[in-house]
């Protein structure tokens, strides 16, 4: 029996290189929330996308996500 995909299930957040010239060469976490097109972005840099997409894993960085997204309701 083949599971059902959750349609409303929000992506998982993810790092990718800053756009913001002032932090050139450094990483920046990016949280979908429900109701907006773009993410938000999370008010920190990292110098390698590996200590980026550690830190969404670590206990810190997945309360700074749930407060983000809770923050929307």
Known sequence: MAMKKKKDALPPPYAELTKDTRYAGTY?????VVGRVRPHRVPLQFE??????????????????RDIRNAED
């Open 28 to 32: 920046e976490v990016l949280v979908p």
């Open 48 to 65: 390698t996308k590996d200590s980026a997409e550690s830190w969404i894993h670590s206990p810190d960085g997945e309360d700074m996500i």
